[in-house]
């Protein structure tokens, strides 16, 4: 069997003495676009923190481009290019766009790299390189979301988690993250796992999806399949 780019293979999670994954697989090939959906609370930012050494699984394994990262804490993740771009965006809001981005060159790569990141990122969001020495707090919500997928990209991620980026935001700066995010895929061969509770748009731009419901994987497929499923239309798609 020949072993996927990325695989989270059957993990485990507990908190204190509470299971809130049970089995949970998923995979990517190298550049594919995967995307997690499921209700809140369903297990989906457990599921990618996971993924991304953030908390420890029990039991399974993370395997990524044939090294098994199982038990590694988050900085051998992030040294192997697993990048996660959190929930609620975690700025920090009395450093400038600039220092913000600095922060995310976190390998030993990204840092030797970062001046000519800055300049792909500036590239992408002419906006940020216009507000590059404004306080991150004071951001709009939109901007602040460009900030935070571009501190993850100044990582050099191969494998970039996102974790609701849509949340609160406008559709077109959405869209605007979501066409950059593609164009990395299908340029530098970049894969992605999308968390999203926009469960249309998120299979929009995915190649395949998984659905979580109560820590379990229940439904899975290609975007496609997932679209036309009538399980995910009727309990996601809202007809
Ligand atoms: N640090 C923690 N300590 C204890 N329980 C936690 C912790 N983080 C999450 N949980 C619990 O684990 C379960 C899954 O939470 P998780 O945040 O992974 O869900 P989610 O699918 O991301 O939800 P949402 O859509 O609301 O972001 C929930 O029942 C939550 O209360
Ligand atoms: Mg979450």
């Known amino acids: 069997m020949g072993?996927?780019?990325f695989q989270v293979d059957k993990i485990n999670v507990k908190y204190g003495d509470i299971q809130v994954l049970w089995d949970v697989s998923f995979e990517a090939d190298q550049g594919e676009i995967i995307a997690l959906v499921g209700s809140n609370g369903a297990g989906k930012s457990t599921s990618?923190?996971?993924?991304?050494?953030?908390?420890?699984?029990?039991?399974?394994?993370?395997?990524?481009?044939?090294?098994?990262?199982?038990?590694?804490?988050?900085?051998?993740?992030?040294?192997?290019g697993v990048i996660l771009c959190p929930e609620g965006r975690q700025l920090f809001p009395n450093m400038t766009v600039y220092e913000n981005l600095?922060?995310?060159?976190?390998?030993?790569?990204?840092e030797s790299r970062k001046k000519e990141t800055i300049e792909?990122?500036?590239?992408?969001?002419p906006k940020l390189k216009e507000r590059s020495s404004q306080m991150a707090g004071t951001l709009s919500g939109g901007e602040q979301q460009m900030v935070a997928f571009s501190r993850g990209m100044m990582g050099l991620p191969k494998l970039f988690m996102m974790d609701e980026p849509s949340l609160g935001l406008a559709p077109t700066i959405v869209d605007d993250i979501f066409r950059i995010a593609k164009k990395v895929a299908i340029e530098e061969g970049l894969t992605i796992v999308l968390v999203e509770q926009d469960v249309r748009k998120?299979?929009?731009?995915?190649?395949?999806?998984?659905?979580?419901?109560?820590?379990?994987?229940?439904?899975?497929g290609t975007a496609q399949e997932l679209m036309t499923n009538e399980e995910v239309k009727k309990a996601y798609l809202g007809f």
């Open 3 to 5: 072993e996927k780019y």
């Open 48 to 80: 990618v923190k996971a993924a991304g050494g953030l908390v420890k699984v029990y039991d399974g394994h993370i395997r990524f481009d044939g090294k098994d990262l199982t038990g590694g804490n988050c900085r051998k993740f992030i040294d192997y």
């Open 102 to 110: 600095e922060m995310g060159a976190c390998s030993k790569e990204a």
């Open 120 to 125: 792909k990122i500036y590239s992408w969001f």
């Open 202 to 220: 998120a299979l929009k731009l995915a190649d395949r999806g998984y659905v979580l419901e109560n820590g379990v994987i229940n439904i899975s």
